[in-house]
């Protein structure tokens, strides 16, 4: 892990690159509950501009279903790789789904234990489960007991211990195999990837992306793989935000803008 007090900043980016970005704890502020997170309107502008400006190379990258972030994300509609990899919407809007294992008991054993206690919340998702302890943390062992043995008798099954979150997610779906698939594709093929992201389930996608020669950002604290650092996702909007108008239409005047600036 970096030292916090020397963080190394990622370099910016380039019209050749390809920029993948995880949601939750990335993009947008953690919140007590799934569906309180809150997009700044200003977001979706940096995207679409962002998305313009490399010709369509912007993906989400997120543990997030696809029909969510959709909403969330309104009225952009980006290629998106939504589960943690288990579906995938392409560039060309062709959507991929990997087959998953049976969730029933996983999902009976979450429901379960969130009957004992209040602030415990099961998610459904396509090809997943999710179990959060956010609004009770005092549980967080026993999630992760429970979990544990439920995943180990479900076959195809893999466990995750993301942010005050365990979801069971079909083994073979990672957000590093989601990253490979679409810079196999245009239009993301040939250019230099960038992945952000905050939280163990990014670990795959940072690996995939510096074995090709990109550029992994991990936002905020923690043990990472990732070779750059970035604070907060408040940060990283604002650095998206600088890129955007580096690369955008608005160029020249926010190049003349920086040089008055030294
Ligand atoms: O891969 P991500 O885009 O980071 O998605 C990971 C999970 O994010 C959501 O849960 C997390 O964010 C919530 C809202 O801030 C927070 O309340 C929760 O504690 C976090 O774990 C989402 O609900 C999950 O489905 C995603 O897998």
């Known amino acids: 892990m970096q030292p916090r007090s020397h963080p190394l900043r990622p370099p910016s980016l380039d019209a050749n690159s390809a920029l993948f970005l995880d949601f939750d704890g990335t993009l947008a502020d953690?919140?007590?509950?799934p569906e309180s997170v809150h997009v700044p309107p200003e977001l979706i502008d940096t995207?679409?501009?962002l998305q313009h400006a490399l010709q369509g190379?912007?993906?989400v990258v997120s543990g997030r279903p696809i029909e969510q972030l959709d909403a969330l994300l309104r009225p952009l509609r980006l290629p998106i790789a939504g589960v943690h990899g288990v579906e995938r919407r392409c560039a060309d809007g062709y959507l991929q789904r990997l087959a998953a294992p049976m969730l029933d008991h996983v999902e009976a054993c979450a429901r379960a234990l969130a009957a004992q206690a209040d602030g415990l919340l099961v998610e459904r998702k396509p090809g997943a489960v999710a179990l959060h302890y956010r609004l009770a943390?005092?549980?967080a062992d026993r999630c992760r007991d429970a979990m544990t043995v439920a995943v180990s008798e479900s076959p195809g099954l893999s466990l995750l211990h993301g942010k005050m979150v365990l979801e069971a997610k079909p083994a073979?779906?990672?957000k590093g195999h989601a990253i490979e698939a679409y810079l196999r594709e245009p239009p993301f093929l040939g250019r230099r990837a960038v992945f952000a992201g905050d939280?163990?389930?990014?670990?795959a996608g940072f690996v995939a992306v510096q074995a090709v020669g990109g550029t992994?950002?991990?936002?905020?604290?923690g043990d990472s793989v990732a070779q750059h650092r970035i604070d907060s996702p408040a940060d990283l909007r604002a650095w998206l935000t600088a890129a955007a108008?580096?690369?955008?239409?608005?160029?020249d005047r926010a190049q003349e803008a920086a040089l008055s600036e030294t």
Do not use: C, F, H, N
């Open 57 to 59: 190379a912007v993906a």
């Open 199 to 203: 939280d163990v389930t990014d670990e």
């Open 47 to 49: 995207l679409q501009r």
């Open 30 to 33: 953690l919140s007590p509950r």
């Open 216 to 221: 992994a950002i991990k936002i905020g604290d």
């Open 172 to 174: 073979a779906a990672t």
């Open 245 to 251: 108008a580096a690369l955008g239409p608005d160029r």
């Open 137 to 139: 943390p005092e549980w």
